[in-house]
């Protein structure tokens, strides 16, 4: 059962954020409504351009000007970030909730040391003196399992490795304990051992702090790693979510079966990778009602008339598509 509202640390309902561009707008998400429980791992996956990543950035604040969440809410720990203050949101970002990007080599200063990055948060937010944001910024770098966090504190980003500086970003993140981190992509640049030691430091996180993460990635290989619910989106619209096994185990939607035949296995050695033909629409692009109905080889007329209303396969797994079972809700 989905938890109900006060379990849960975040709550979208019928978000949808616009493009505004040369007199004309575009909807880049499209009403989507997700929710993460408190101390939960939820994950988003999709191909570029499905609108993962612009969903992170509106629950930050970071979209550019010409983009705006134009519809519904997005209600963080009772708060609705649409209507709240700028000094409420300020105090939320950095403190309750925090990002962490793909690329850290460009998100950190190349001029600061990585004591003074890390401890920033804390020295924005509350009266900290200065010797426990050192403290506090040591007992971030130890627990990320950086090597030498002494040493690290006095170094600046170029004298790390990519995974050294995923692993500072991480750190950055969770320094003021947060109740929500959000890792867009933060292992796509990593080589595979790398980015195991990443996830794996995310779910310690998870698990010592208590502090909810929305992980995004275009892998579904790597959801599967530590999220327990997963959303799938498509060209701006979640088209199938539920729990990580389910959808793993039972992927209905045609989208979902797309990404999950791609994932390579050892008893696929040899042989050629499965592809979902065609491209994700971009966002300037008209697309039918079912957005999908381009690439999908179960499309009829209906599917290019008619958007699918919502199915339920069980209490969390469902989905958006013409074609399975006969009761939409």
């Avoid at 629950?59 to 000007?65: E, G, I, S, V």
């Avoid at 009602?289 to 797994?317: Q, V």
Wanted: charged content about 25%; aromatic content about 4%.
């Amino acid at each position: 059962m989905t938890a109900s509202m006060d379990e849960n640390i975040l709550e979208v309902k019928h978000m949808t954020i616009t493009l505004y561009e040369g007199g004309t707008s575009y909807k880049m998400v499209n009403r989507i409504s997700f929710t993460v429980g408190k101390g939960e791992i939820v994950g988003i996956v999709g191909e570029s351009g499905c609108g993962k990543s612009m969903t992170a950035l509106a629950l930050q604040d970071l979209l550019k000007n010409h983009i705006k969440v134009t519809d519904g809410s997005m209600i963080f720990d009772g708060k609705d970030l649409r209507t709240i203050s700028a000094a409420e949101r300020r105090e939320i970002n950095g403190n309750d909730m925090t990002m962490i990007f793909q690329e850290p080599m460009t998100s950190l200063n190349p001029l600061q040391r990585i004591g003074t990055q890390v401890g920033e948060v804390l020295l924005l937010h509350g009266s900290h003196s200065r010797e426990e944001i050192e403290k506090r910024t040591l007992e971030a770098l130890q627990m990320v399992g950086l090597p030498d966090p002494e040493k690290a504190m006095r170094m600046y980003p170029h004298e790390l490795s990519g995974g050294m500086r995923q692993r500072v970003m991480i750190a950055m993140g969770i320094i003021a304990r947060p109740k929500l981190l959000i890792a867009d992509e933060p292992t796509t640049a990593l080589d595979v051992t790398t980015q195991a030691h990443v996830l794996e430091l995310l779910q310690e996180v998870n698990r010592q702090t208590g502090t909810a993460v929305l992980l995004i990635s275009h892998d579904l290989g790597v959801i599967n790693k530590i999220c327990s619910r997963v959303l799938v989106m498509y060209a701006g619209k979640i088209v199938e979510q539920g729990r990580t096994e389910d959808i793993l185990k039972n992927p209905v939607h045609p989208y979902t079966q797309g990404l999950i035949s791609s994932i390579p296995t050892r008893r696929m050695k040899g042989a050629p990778l499965a592809s979902i033909p065609g491209r994700v629409p971009p966002v300037t692009e008209e697309k039918p009602p079912c957005p999908f109905a381009s690439r999908c080889e179960s499309a009829d007329k209906l599917c290019f008339t008619e958007y699918p209303g919502r199915k339920t396969i069980s209490d969390e797994h469902i989905l958006w598509c013409h074609h399975y079972g006969t009761n939409a809700e």
